[in-house]
């Protein structure tokens, strides 16, 4: 499976994104999906995941009632729509495959990070 992260910009605080994971494979709709996120210098840490059928979803503390993860398995896409936007939400952010969980180790398959910042 390759996952690719799209969606990211520069955005006001209070402002809204959608991040979008494109995955090519046909078993991606098999995998659990989580999105993360990584500030300059901290660790990687869990923002979402949902379960491969979308019918089982987890949400940090930091983001939820802000962020709604989702997915589209006829598209082979996973959505992280991002509303009140804040500055401490700056981050790259990256989507994973092949778990469903919240540690980062939990994962098998990696994209590449698309940088969100929020300004002030």
């Known amino acids: 499976v390759q996952l690719q992260a799209s969606g990211g910009g520069l955005v006001q605080a209070g402002g809204s994104l959608r991040l979008s994971c494109a995955a090519s494979?046909?078993?991606?709709?098999?995998?659990?999906v989580g999105w993360f996120r990584q500030a300059p210098g901290k660790e990687r840490d869990f923002v979402a995941a949902?379960?491969?059928?979308?019918?089982?979803?987890l949400y940090a503390d930091s983001v939820k009632g802000r962020f709604t993860i989702s997915r589209d398995n006829a598209k082979n896409t996973v959505y992280l729509q991002m509303n009140s936007l804040k500055p401490e939400d700056t981050a790259v952010y990256y989507c994973?495959?092949?778990?469903?969980?919240?540690?980062?180790?939990?994962?098998?398959?990696w994209g590449q990070g698309t940088l969100v910042t929020v300004s002030s």
């Open positions: 494979g046909r078993t991606f709709s098999r995998f659990g």
């Open positions: 994973a495959a092949g778990g469903y969980s919240r540690p980062v180790g939990s994962y098998d398959y």
């Open positions: 949902i379960s491969w059928s979308g019918g089982s979803i």
